[in-house]
């Protein structure tokens, strides 16, 4: 049972232009949702977050938007770089829950 | 800055074979915790651990041992490994679990790891 979902494998967008990464959540204890950045043959990286007291969370070109009555979040990615091709794992957790809920992941090129 | 540290990179073994795969970190993080990324599934939790001497099962424990000695390391043991145990293995760790500002995961660069 996938408690967080992304439903686009992949993504291109043009350089320059907003890239919309989306996922969809099952849990109703999710409170607190993360962004991963992963490049080939590395770890993935810590990107942004947001706390379910919150709608939105921006940092620098980097904005998540939270919907709670849909449970379903995005990040935005503003205007979109060549150095952001990477695959994007959206992950979730509820408070005082050890365990981080990662999804399948959503591979995002640029397109120079 | 080593962060965390994962070896081997790399590791083919045969059906029944056992080996552990290292982690280790610098950054007196209580908490580590074992992923494996499969195509289409994601990265889906096999252990975790909240401090030394303590330890959990996550999503996907079967087949895998863990212990936790020490603050710094986190080896995975595959007892007798299976071709279903194919995988890139992330280990990752954490301050704590338990408060928002605290709790975001450091990765370590993987093991690829083919069982034949």
């Known amino acids: 049972d996938q408690q967080v979902k992304q439903n686009s494998p992949s993504l291109s967008v043009q350089e320059g232009r907003i890239s919309i990464l989306n996922c969809d959540y099952t849990?109703?204890?999710?409170?607190?949702f993360l962004w991963y950045k992963k490049y080939p043959a590395e770890g993935p990286t810590f990107l942004i977050s947001i706390s379910s007291i919150k709608d939105k969370n921006e940092d620098g070109r980097f904005t998540v938007f939270l919907n709670k009555s849909a449970k379903h979040l995005s990040l935005h990615i503003v205007p979109s770089q060549p150095g952001d091709s990477a695959v994007y794992f959206c992950a979730a957790k509820g408070f005082g829950n050890e365990k981080l809920t990662f999804g399948t992941g959503t591979r995002l090129t640029i397109i120079p | 800055n080593a962060g965390v540290t994962q070896t081997p990179k790399f590791q083919v073994l045969k059906t029944g074979q056992s080996m552990t795969l290292q982690c280790a970190q610098d950054?007196?993080?209580?908490?580590m915790s074992w992923y494996r990324q499969d195509p289409g599934m994601g990265l889906r939790l096999i252990h975790y651990?909240?401090?030394?001497?303590?330890?959990d099962q996550g999503e996907v424990p079967n087949g895998y041992n863990v212990s936790r000695s020490t603050t710094e390391d986190f080896p995975l043991r595959l007892l007798s490994a299976a071709p279903s145990q194919t995988s890139v293995y992330f280990c990752?760790?954490?301050?704590?679990?338990?408060?928002?500002?605290?709790?975001?995961?450091?990765f370590g660069s993987g093991t690829q790891l083919s069982v034949l």
């Open positions: 651990s909240v401090g030394a001497g303590i330890t």
């Open positions: 849990n109703s204890m999710f409170d607190y």
């Open positions: 950054m007196n993080h209580e908490y």
């Open positions: 990752a760790s954490s301050y704590t679990p338990y408060h928002r500002n605290e709790e975001k995961l450091f």
